[in-house]
């Protein structure tokens, strides 16, 4: 298998690669990253981990490098076909998370005279909704490509929920797209028990980013949590683009002494760290290997302004649970809370249980089970003919309007499908 990505930051999609790969090395089977991004956005302890079990590839050792162009235009630079007949002859499926990305990867499949599958997995709901119909052209080839061209089996949404949701807005059944669940566990022993610290401790764990927004409503909630007595501190690692604005949230309200910016967390230490709090609030992977590990985990929903919440992972695994606009009554987060502090031994113990037992179909031995399956899917036997020149002009001329343009449906992404995503 080859991954293509941009950079291995600390993430979910990112962590999940690594997972997939060693995983795929314990069964004797070879993987291959092809990393596009910017090498100094790679999170060196996660790069040393992933190089544990898959080998390693950057643009200049596939592409000959004129001007320097490898990492940014590799859709037309002349490519170097002994290196990469070596990558692909230990290939059997190419998969991807950006369009352009999908595209790159059909390209060095046909230029080695090969017809691998091109999968592409739908990491966040909003990445191929975003701009609607104003998008740039390079950004409809991506979409033509994704959605007309690729077979339905070919679309990795992860969980029916967001593969409705894009039957609603793609006005497609997607009757044939793959709905199984991300590997994010390993099965493990894990023992719990219903005591609670104090002070209670709460974490979250994520990129700081806008639609992320329990980490700002979370503030008010322990202010809230503090002034009725409650003994509470919540801890929250990761950084991002909106760390001031969180930090200084912070101290307007007074509660630097019991919430704390703690920066990104080390991957490798994440069960040590997380075991140590009785509550997680989050999205992503980081809800489900929180509840792997038997903590109570609040969904923080994504782009929820006012903290409320669909309750516990345990409750909802089975949903999208990060999107909003589901057909679930949202919950008080700080009732939720308060609710487990009072609760008895035995409630907290059943809770933990219930998380605990939900995360078997997130398992990494199930879903590289499900990936490698795809390595027989037949791709269309006509090509996709698109002008890459203009592509790359689409991008250049669009890359410099989101500069400059305050209004550009890239930069106001969330905004927009805040207000779509329930109509």
Not at 272 to 293: H, N, W
């Amino acid at each position: 298998m080859l991954f293509i990505y941009g950079s291995l930051g600390l993430g979910g999609i990112e962590t999940f690669f690594m997972r997939i790969a060693k995983e795929r090395f314990q069964l004797g089977l070879t993987t291959s990253i092809l990393l596009m991004g910017n090498p100094d956005r790679n999170n060196s302890k996660l790069l040393m981990e992933v190089e544990k079990y898959a080998e390693v590839i950057y643009p200049n050792q596939l592409f000959f490098n004129i001007l320097g162009l490898a990492r940014i235009s590799p859709l037309l630079l002349p490519i170097k076909r002994n290196r990469l007949r070596e990558v692909l002859e230990k290939t059997n499926q190419i998969h991807v998370y950006d369009g352009m990305h999908a595209l790159l990867g059909y390209r060095l499949s046909r230029v080695m005279g090969k017809k691998l599958p091109v999968t592409i997995g739908f990491y966040h709901y909003i990445k191929y909704l975003w701009g609607g119909d104003r998008v740039a052209w390079h950004e409809r080839v991506n979409r033509k490509f994704v959605f007309d061209y690729l077979p339905q089996q070919s679309l990795l949404f992860f969980s029916k929920g967001n593969r409705d949701l894009y039957i609603k807005h793609k006005k497609n059944n997607f009757v044939n797209a793959n709905t199984f669940r991300l590997g994010v566990v390993d099965k493990k022993e894990v023992k719990i028990s219903g005591k609670l610290n104090k002070p209670l401790r709460i974490v979250a764990i994520g990129r700081l980013v806008e639609f992320k927004t329990y980490n700002f409503y979370m503030i008010d909630v322990v202010k809230s949590l503090v002034v009725k007595g409650y003994k509470v501190q919540f801890d929250i690692y990761g950084d991002g683009p909106l760390r001031q604005q969180i930090q200084g949230k912070i101290e307007q309200l007074g509660m630097a002494e019991f919430v704390h910016l703690n920066g990104t967390l080390d991957y490798s230490k994440f069960d040590e760290t997380v075991m140590q709090y009785d509550l997680f609030i989050g999205s992503g992977t980081a809800i489900i290997q929180s509840s792997a590990l038997g903590v109570p985990s609040i969904v923080g929903v994504e782009n929820v302004i006012e903290p409320k919440s669909y309750g516990y992972f345990g409750n909802v695994s089975e949903y999208e649970y990060n999107l909003k606009g589901l057909n679930l009554p949202l919950l008080s987060v700080e009732n939720l809370i308060e609710e487990l502090i009072n609760a008895d031994e035995a409630v907290r113990f059943n809770l933990k249980q219930c998380h605990l037992e939900s995360v078997e179909m997130f398992t990494n031995e199930a879903c590289q089970k499900s990936m490698d399956d795809l390595k027989n899917i037949e791709m269309p036997n006509h090509p996709y003919l698109y002008s890459m020149f203009l592509y790359e002009f689409s991008r250049i001329t669009d890359t410099i309007n989101i500069k400059y343009n305050k209004n550009h449906p890239r930069r106001t992404q969330f905004e927009d499908f805040r207000r779509i995503s329930e109509d």
